[in-house]
């Protein structure tokens, strides 16, 4: 069965760059979530989407930002990247809940370095 | 606020030595539990969700049950590769489509052959 897709998997960056993570959800997903997890954390909800509008925000810093295209894809972006930025980036999809059972599938996630 | 706590942090259990994993929530209206299982620098691989009080779902050598205050996972006759990080995590009932999952820390499970 197809999984949610995110690339890159690994990214190195130095301070103050920019970075962009790109997410593919399962097929018919229309519900993309996205989430930090640190060394030794749990993951931290950082913002979703529901049919490209912008549904819930978390813990997001202001130097990212994130949307959803027409084809459902998303991709986060980060500025001016600072060296606690470094974590998994995971991205989670689903059925809307209301149509669904609620359940997020996570993508394998992508690496940030900050150097 | 939402809240999910686990315990124990950590458990090493011999191959064939079952226990029990806990997690205990606050939430505002529970939409639903979920539990994930998560290896070392991957994702979150759903295993089971429960939406009420008094349900159980089985998989394998796993079954979770759900209380209003709290969960488990039993863990029956554990294998080496039963060896993880679970994650325990919880939905609210909010309204629109803003289903976010707050998790707790996590149990690390190690089981020895």
């Known amino acids: 069965a197809a999984g949610v897709i995110q690339s890159p998997r690994h990214l190195i960056k130095e301070k103050r760059e920019t970075a962009t993570l790109k997410c593919y959800p399962i097929?018919?997903?229309?519900?993309v979530y996205w989430y930090q997890q640190g060394p030794g954390q749990d993951p931290q909800f950082l913002i979703s989407f529901y049919e490209k509008m912008q549904s819930d925000k978390g813990s997001i810093p202001d130097r990212f930002s994130a949307q959803q295209f027409s084809d459902y894809h998303s991709e986060l972006n980060m500025s001016s990247l600072e060296l606690g930025d470094s974590a998994l980036y995971f991205c989670?999809?689903?059925?809307?809940?209301?149509?669904?059972?609620?359940?997020?599938?996570f993508g394998p996630g992508t690496r940030l370095t900050v150097t | 606020e939402d809240q999910v706590t686990q315990s124990p942090e950590a458990l090493r259990l011999q191959e064939g030595e079952s226990s029990s994993l806990n997690c205990s929530y606050t939430v505002s209206g529970l939409r639903g539990l979920f539990w994930y299982r998560q290896d070392p620098g991957k994702g979150p691989e759903f295993l089971f969700t429960l939406y009420s009080a008094g349900e159980e779902k089985e998989k394998e050598r796993l079954k979770a049950t759900l209380t209003k205050k709290e969960s488990f996972l039993h863990i029956t006759a554990p294998k080496p590769e039963d060896s993880a990080t679970y994650l325990c995590a919880v939905q609210a009932e909010s309204g629109g489509s803003n289903y976010k999952l707050t998790f707790g820390k996590g149990t690390l499970l190690t089981v020895n052959p």
């Open positions: 989670a999809s689903s059925l809307e809940a209301g149509q669904g059972s609620g359940e997020q599938y």
């Open positions: 097929p018919r997903h229309d519900t």
